[in-house]
Nanobody
Framework: QVQSVESGGGLVQPGGSLRLSCVAS????????MGWYRQAPGKQRELVAQ???????NYADSVKGRFIISKDNAKNMLYLQMNSLKPEDTAVYYC?????????WGQGTQVTVAS
């Protein structure tokens, strides 16, 4: 498996929470900076959260204080805990290295925030 496999998306009401998961290829989590990206309809893909191999994280201003990125190197898993969700968080979410590597783009997981 080379492509990432994302899961955990769904329909949630504003203010709700979701936890996204990503199965990454091989041991890239312990080698590269990893990130969660999202792409809303009609918009460019954007990086919303990233985590270094050492575990340091950074967030886009739009999600800071609401999203938490984490990983489990032993399981090749990347996570995104999303709290206080807003309608503007609606998008397809992807995981990949930072910067993104064409080999690792998966199908993404749809997150829809609506009442």
């Amino acid at each position: 498996q080379v492509q990432s496999v994302e899961s955990g998306g769904g329909l949630v009401q504003p203010g709700g929470s979701l936890r996204l998961s990503c199965v990454a290829s091989g041991s890239i989590l312990s080698i590269y900076v990893m990130g969660w990206y999202r792409q809303a309809p009609g918009k460019q893909r954007e990086l919303v959260a990233q985590i270094t191999y050492g575990g340091n994280s950074n967030y886009a201003d739009s999600v800071k204080g609401r999203f938490i990125i984490s990983k489990d190197n032993a399981k090749n898993m990347l996570y995104l805990q999303m709290n206080s969700l807003k309608p503007e968080d609606t998008a397809v979410y992807y995981c990949n290295t930072v910067p993104g590597n064409l080999r690792y783009w998966g199908q993404g997981t749809q997150v829809t925030v609506a009442s």
